[in-house]
């Protein structure tokens, strides 16, 4: 079975540039998360759908940060515009209906805002 | 403040020698997993535990979960450079999932 895909692995950018990070989910599964992990710590929730519906955006700057999920598989994460302290890894990861508390995390895609 | 709180924050040991880290919290979870991130990768699952005192053993790996369910520990015996990593606790709560700051393993040669 295919595991969490994300594209591209590493960007480097300038502030004020844009970036969009793409994920395909585990085949199947309905739950989606893109996480926010700054170097050395703990994945932070930006954003979390349930099939193609927005279920917690609560920690997501909207004022920068978009994220959709429009048919309920791939989604796309866009910053723009980038800040410095948007340096990070944004990591994607899945979750089946039903399978109890367990996600499978995507390899991340690696931000570098210069 | 953070729901799950990890210690120590990085540690930097010996082949051979053995660890403990810890995820406390004051709140009670009905479960609680433990996740190892490798370098450049994703954080991957190594366990879930959930009854109140529960022990449970992964190789060179013995996970246990407080009486209260408000707290875990990791325990690496002889630990091996591939242990290396970022020990992640995470908590399923309203339905989130909390993450902890992490320890950040070195397992020197």
């Known amino acids: 079975e295919a595991g969490v895909a994300q594209s591209p692995r590493y960007k480097i950018i300038e502030k004020r540039q844009s970036v969009a990070f793409w994920c395909n989910p585990i085949?199947?599964?309905?739950?989606l998360y893109w996480y926010q992990q700054i170097l050395g710590q703990g994945p932070k929730l930006l954003i979390q759908?349930?099939?193609?519906?927005?279920?917690?955006d609560s920690q997501l700057p909207k004022d920068r940060f978009s994220a959709e999920r429009l048919k309920g598989v791939d989604s796309t994460l866009k910053i723009q515009p980038a800040k410095l302290e948007d340096s990070a890894v944004y990591l994607c990861?899945?979750?089946?209906?039903?399978?109890?508390?367990?996600?499978?995390f995507g390899e991340g895609s690696w931000l570098t805002v210069v | 403040t953070q729901l799950l709180e990890q210690s120590p924050q990085f540690l930097s040991i010996q082949e051979g020698e053995n660890l403990t880290v810890y995820c406390n919290s004051s709140?009670?979870?009905?479960?609680l997993q433990w996740y190892r991130q490798e370098p450049g990768e994703g954080p991957v699952l190594l366990v879930t535990?959930?009854?109140?005192?529960e022990v449970k053993k992964l190789k060179r790996l013995t996970f246990q979960f407080g009486d209260a369910r408000k707290d875990s520990s990791l325990h690496i015996t002889a630990a091996q450079p591939g242990d290396t990593g970022l020990y992640l606790c995470?908590?399923?709560?309203?339905?989130?999932?909390?993450f902890g700051s992490g320890t950040k393993l070195n397992v020197k040669p």
């Open positions: 085949s199947g599964h309905a739950t």
């Open positions: 759908f349930q099939n193609n519906g927005v279920v917690d």
């Open positions: 709140s009670v979870f009905s479960s």
């Open positions: 990861a899945s979750r089946l209906q039903g399978t109890g508390n367990t996600i499978y």
């Open positions: 995470a908590v399923y709560n309203f339905n989130k999932f909390y």
């Open positions: 535990v959930v009854t109140g005192g």
